[in-house]
């Protein structure tokens, strides 16, 4: 049988709860292309790859370099937004 009343949805209903896009996260850099000037950030908590490409962060990184980072979502897959060195 069908609700009685429609559900209206709020505004808070769109909101992910632990939506990690606004969080910095803290990575390595797992692998870099020297020729294509692209690469992978791997996540310390969550062991995922994120794409980066030098255009992206602004800079060339190179192999297990530590960085802290926030990531977007496309089409092709998580991708660095910001990228900030780390010691």
Known sequence: TP???PYKFKEEDLN???DFEEEYRHGKVSYYNETGHYGFVRDN??????????????MPLSVDQKV???YIRTKQGNQ???VE???
């Open 3 to 5: 609700p009685k009343q």
């Open 16 to 18: 992910k709860p632990g």
């Open 45 to 58: 908590l969550t062991r995922e790859t994120v794409y980066f490409n030098d255009k992206l962060v602004g």
């Open 68 to 70: 802290k980072y926030k």
């Open 80 to 82: 660095v937004s910001e």
């Open 85 to 87: 060195l780390q010691g």
